[in-house]
């Protein structure tokens, strides 16, 4: 629950931000006519996010066995690498995303294309939602009930929502650098869990080897089954018995990721407070 509330709220308020930003652009600069353009490439980007979701879902309900393990294994690999990826590139971007967009705005604009407004929102949009769907669908690989997952993802989103709207409205600002830094931290926790986790199903599905099988078995302290060892597995991969690729993998993504990520990016917290007043 609490790996899927943090991811639809990190994704959900991405999304949020980038909207709120272009539609109080348009509001300030008068443009209020081209907000329509803005909510159908909205609309347009959630749909095709709920499609891609949804054949992810039922792709995994169609195979057994083997096929299983490598569709599985396969897809926290992939949710895990992305998921590095967005952290990294959206603690850069912090910086100069809204100048960025504003002009990328004005040349949607100057072209006179609706297209270009409805494009823009789609592509944020359906970035942030394809990469949720993603990472849920991992997520819920080792969640301890598709309900709690299912409740965590739509209470992260509301945050998510709400958040941006004050933004958007200019009740509050929101720091960026501190925000990124902090759901970043914890979700590199999640995704170096969700990277072994990916290791262990193709482990199973004999891709990988596992040389020893159990390096440390402490089910019997804290087994995965119990209501903490559920949040741990859940959030950042716990395994009470991991093989000893599994462990290795685990701690050389967690330290090489957060070396890189330690390292100071120069973004002043001036630079990265935004609100998004229309007025």
């Known amino acids: 629950m609490i790996s899927a509330l943090l991811i639809t709220f990190r994704e959900g308020l991405e999304a949020a931000l980038i909207i709120g930003i272009v539609l109080a652009f348009l509001a300030k600069t008068g443009n209020r006519r081209w907000f329509k353009q803005v909510w159908w490439g909205t609309i347009t980007a959630v749909l095709v996010s709920i499609l891609v979701g949804a054949i992810l879902f039922y792709s995994i309900g169609a195979l057994e066995g083997r096929a299983e393990q490598i569709f599985e294994g396969s897809a926290m690999l992939l949710a895990a690498i992305i998921l590095t990826w967005m952290i990294f590139w959206m603690r850069k971007q912090a910086r100069s995303i809204k100048s960025q967009l504003h002009t990328e705005i004005q040349a949607a604009i ?9 494009g823009l929102a789609f592509v944020a949009v359906v970035r942030e939602g394809i990469e949720t769907a993603l990472f849920l669908f991992a997520s819920t690989r080792t969640a301890e009930s598709p309900i709690l997952s299912a409740s965590g993802g739509i209470i992260g989103l509301i945050l998510a929502l709400a958040i941006g709207y004050s933004l958007y409205k200019g009740s509050s600002r929101l720091n960026l650098r501190t925000f990124f830094n902090i759901t970043g931290l914890l979700l590199i926790l999640f995704a170096a869990g969700l990277f072994t986790h990916g290791i262990h199903e193709l482990q199973e599905a004999n891709i990988i080897p596992t040389v020893i099988e159990h390096i440390w078995d402490i089910g019997n302290i804290l087994p ?12 950042f991969g ?31 917290a001036k630079a990265s407070d935004i609100s998004l007043p229309i007025k």
């Open 224 to 235: 995965e089954g119990s209501a903490f060892g559920n949040i741990l597995t859940a959030i």
């Open 110 to 118: 100057g072209s006179g294309s609706s297209f270009g407004i409805i």
């Open 238 to 268: 716990y395994n009470a018995n991991p093989s000893l690729i599994e462990a290795i993998t685990y701690f050389v993504y967690l330290i090489f990721t957060l070396i890189f990520f330690l390292i100071p990016t120069g973004i002043k």
